[in-house]
């Protein structure tokens, strides 16, 4: 059964780079049949989609996050990494992993994290 | 960006008794597949979203059958038909037919 598991600094300065990693075990990160994906949530709010990346290194973003996201893949350590820079307090949220089944048709992002809280503060 | 609206924003209930909660989207979620590219998720307090419902009414692996969704094009609908105390927590919607991706602001499901 495959299971995301976020890390990475639960505090970033402002306009500093918050960079967050997602390990993916009992399944492949290279596989051709899913997207993997990132979500945020600022505290008792909703759910934002950041962007995915496909196993070819293929990716889409959110607009809204002006150009200051990266998404990438480390197949050597099945792993998926999210970078946002020039972060603000806006920025401040839990962020997910997640895993988009199906390419060409989407059968939902059916496998989650359990989610990082990242405070963005001096 | 495609618009997800949902009502209500809370929803008490009673256990045993059933419960609807509607999504709306701003422009047709209906492909030319035949698939309408909406999912349904809920999110139990303090845990990570759980998908429900992809595609606009498939059932996600272990999702119980009394959870059901319908709809098409702009109007869906996710049903409950007798809500069970563990089915508390935030249901949000989704479009997955282009990116960005984008959810609807949450109903909460109260007992």
């Known amino acids: 059964q495959v299971q995301l598991q976020e890390s990475g600094p639960g505090l970033v300065k402002p306009s500093q780079t918050l960079s967050l990693t997602c390990t993916v075990s009992?399944?492949?990160?290279?596989?051709?049949?899913?997207?993997w994906s990132w979500v945020r949530q600022p505290a008792g709010r909703g759910l934002e989609w950041i962007g995915r990346?496909?196993?070819?290194?293929?990716?889409n973003y959110n607009p809204s996050l002006k150009g200051r996201v990266t998404i990438s893949l480390d197949t050597s350590k099945n792993q998926f990494a999210l970078q946002l820079s020039s972060v603000t307090a806006a920025d401040t949220a839990v962020y997910y992993c997640?895993?988009?089944?199906?390419?060409?048709?989407?059968?939902?992002?059916?496998?989650w994290g359990q989610g990082s809280s990242v405070t963005v503060a001096s | 960006d495609i618009v997800m609206t949902q009502s209500p924003v809370s929803l008490p209930v009673t256990p045993g008794e059933p419960a609807s909660i509607s999504c709306r989207s701003s422009?047709?979620?209906?492909?030319?597949?035949?698939?309408?590219?909406l999912d349904w998720y809920r999110q139990k307090p303090g845990q990570s979203p759980q998908l429900l419902i992809y595609l606009g009414s498939n059932r996600a692996s272990g999702v119980p059958g009394r959870f059901s969704a319908s709809g098409s094009g702009t109007d869906f609908t996710l049903k409950i038909s007798r809500v069970e105390a563990e089915d508390v927590g935030i249901y949000y919607c989704m479009q997955a037919l282009e990116t960005p991706y984008t959810f609807g602001q949450g109903t909460k499901l109260e007992i």
């Open positions: 009992g399944g492949s990160i290279s596989s051709t049949t899913y997207y």
């Open positions: 990346i496909y196993t070819t290194g293929s990716t």
């Open positions: 422009q047709s979620l209906l492909y030319s597949n035949g698939h309408n590219y």
């Open positions: 997640a895993r988009e089944d199906g390419i060409g048709i989407s059968f939902g992002l059916d496998v």
